[in-house]
Structure formats: structure tokens, C-alpha cells
């Protein structure tokens, strides 16, 4: 028996910004964003839903899927950069609303976007070590943490969460393959850096209408996101001793349609074999490859006992890699 994916879940919040809604507050066009971006479209939540709801949402979906009622967890991992509170982490909130046992839950928290693959990887060694089955989940609600006045970022985030459940399994579903690397010295490149010890929030700084600082330095970010998703890429195939001709998917954390076509061209394979989605959620963060993931599955883009290779990058920086037989 192998420990693979049970199931997967997924979910996006009803309301729709178009590039043609973010005219109306900033000096942008959808020319623009679609040029530089791929993106026409995401789904902000309304206010009243928190980051754990989306969870909730997309966790239940995963259940129902795999036949398992919220007391059969065993664990609790939620990768997200826009945690409900400061403290106590959104995966004690979700066990709450949940109804999960009295189990370990703890969120993987600053990794950015790689942050959902990096959880797959401990879910996978915790499996190993004790058993179980671990609620794997990444969540963003960053219209709620956003810069509204930034059109360098603000146009290129969406809100959302999905969540997969990690088990030993019956069939032949497996994490075949992961690797996870982190660049700390690019701190600075990619963050917000607010609210932390070094620069606790005031009330100044509240008033001042670059609040929140979100840094990014969009050209290096590219840069680097591309090199890192694919040696990722790379390093799993390696690992698992799996020709690129075999996978039949590749997800890419979908930041930038622009990337994802450069990693697929630094991987040497066609756009066809390359899961989008970018064009109608925006960048969601740890959510995006759990989202893609379960629209492909849903869409028939890839079929239960395929091979799927999803490879992110973020903030930090931060790179990870899986590759999962479904
Ligand atoms: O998950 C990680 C999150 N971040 C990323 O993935 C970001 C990675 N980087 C990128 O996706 C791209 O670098 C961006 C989409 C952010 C920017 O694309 P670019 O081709 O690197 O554009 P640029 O930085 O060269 O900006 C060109 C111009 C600038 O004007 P000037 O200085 O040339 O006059 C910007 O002020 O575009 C301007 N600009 C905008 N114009 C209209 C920046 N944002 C906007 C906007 N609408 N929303």
C-alpha cells in the first residue's frame, strides 16, 4: 500500500472582479493586465467570510468525496500566507468548525505560494510515521490582506482555498515523489512586512495609504519563479526515476500566464500538457495547485491513475514539488 491522495476539494468565493471592475478604482486596463498577466478575472469573498470558511467549504467537499466523515481525520494541515488571526493558527479554527477529534492541526504559515506542496510532503512523512489520514488544505483570502491601492499587486491576487486528503491507499494512488527548497536571503524580493516583531503595527502606519506595504519585485520574482519551478520539476521526476513523457499533467502555481509558459518552455513540453486556470482566479496563492487540481480532476484533464506533476513557488523564497499517481 502507497500513500497517496484520497480526495481533493475545492472552493471559490461567488463574487467575480473583472479586469473591467478594477478600472473602476485604479489606473489600469484590461489590456494590461491580460498582456502582462493572462488574468481577465477572480473571485474576492464577501465580507463575513473568513479564511477557515473557505476551508470549511473546500475540506467538506474532500470528505464527501472520499465516503469520510470529519472524525475520521487524524490531522490537520493548512498552508496559507492570510491566516484567520494572528493566533491561535486557522487550522485549530477549522478542527473547531469542522468537528474534527481533538487532533493535531497547525498551519505551515509564510511559505507563500509553494506553501500547499510543501504541506503534501510533512502530510506524506506523517502518514509514515503514525497513520492516518491528514486534511491537507491551502487557503488565501488575500482581497482581505491586499493592497487596494497598488496596482503593481493588487490585480493580481484572487481568494479561494482547496484541500486534499492524504491516506494510505488501496489503489494505486501515491505520492511518488517530493522536494521542498527555501532561498531566505530573498526575503526582502517577495513579503509583507508588517504586523512581526521587527514592525509591529501602529496607528501611523494604519493611516499611512500605502497600507499594507506588500513588497514585490515583480521582474526578479518572474525571474526566479521560472528557474525554481522547473528544476523542482525536475528534481521529482529524478527522484522517481519518471520520464517527463509519462506525466500526463503538469500544475504549475498559477501567479502568471506568462510563467507558467516559461516554465513549460524550460521544461521542453507543450502548453497542452500544462494545467491553466490563471485567466479566471488570479494568483491564490497556496490555494492555486489544490484548485487546479481539482478542476482538472473534475474536468477530466487528468483521470484517476495518471501521473501528475504540480510544482510551486513563493514568498520566502520558497519552491516545492510533487509528483502524485492519482
Ligand atoms: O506568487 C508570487 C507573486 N508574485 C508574482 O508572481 C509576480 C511575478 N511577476 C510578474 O508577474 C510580473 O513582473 C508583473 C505582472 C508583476 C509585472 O509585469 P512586468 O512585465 O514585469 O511589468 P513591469 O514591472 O515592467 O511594469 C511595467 C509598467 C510600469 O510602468 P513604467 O514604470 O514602465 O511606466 C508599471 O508602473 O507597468 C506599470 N504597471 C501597470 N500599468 C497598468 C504596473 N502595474 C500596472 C497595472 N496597470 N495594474
Known sequence: MGIGILSVGSYLPERIMTNADWTKLIETSDEWITERTGIKKRHFAPEGVNTSDLVMRAAEKALQRANLHPQDLTEIIVATDTPELYTPDTAALVQHKLGVNEVPAYDLAGSG??????????????VESEGGKILVAGVELFSRMM???????????????????????????????TYAGTDGSKADILGLEIGGTRR?????????????????KGKEVFREAVVR?????????????????????????????????????????????????????GNTGSASVP????????????????????????????????????
Request: charged fraction near 20%; include cysteine.
Open 113 to 126: 505560494c509553494a506553501g500547499f506542496v510543501q504541506a503534501l510532503a510533512v502530510a506524506k512523512s506523517r
Open 229 to 281: 519551478m522547473s528544476q523542482a520539476a525536475r528534481v521529482v521526476l529524478e527522484k522517481a526515476q519518471v520520464s517527463l513523457e509519462d506525466i500526463s499533467l503538469i500544475i504549475p502555481h498559477q501567479a502568471n500566464l506568462r510563467i507558467i509558459e516559461a516554465v513549460a518552455n524550460a521544461l521542453e513540453v507543450p502548453l497542452e500538457k500544462v494545467y491553466v486556470n490563471v485567466q479566471d482566479y
Open 291 to 326: 484548485i487546479a487540481l481539482d478542476e482538472a480532476l473534475q474536468t477530466e484533464h487528468i483521470r484517476p491513475g495518471e501521473l501528475v506533476l504540480m510544482t510551486a513557488f513563493g514568498a520566502g523564497f520558497h519552491w516545492a514539488a510533487a509528483l502524485v499517481r492519482l
Open 147 to 177: 493592497n487596494w491601492k497598488d496596482r503593481n499587486t493588487c490585480v493580481l491576487f484572487g481568494d479561494g482555498a482547496g484541500a486534499a486528503i492524504v491516506a494510505e491507499t488501496k489503489s494505486q494512488s501515491e505520492i511518488l515523489a
Open 200 to 216: 509591529p503595527i501602529t496607528a501611523e502606519m494604519i493611516a499611512d495609504p500605502s497600507y499594507p506595504p506588500i513588497v514585490m
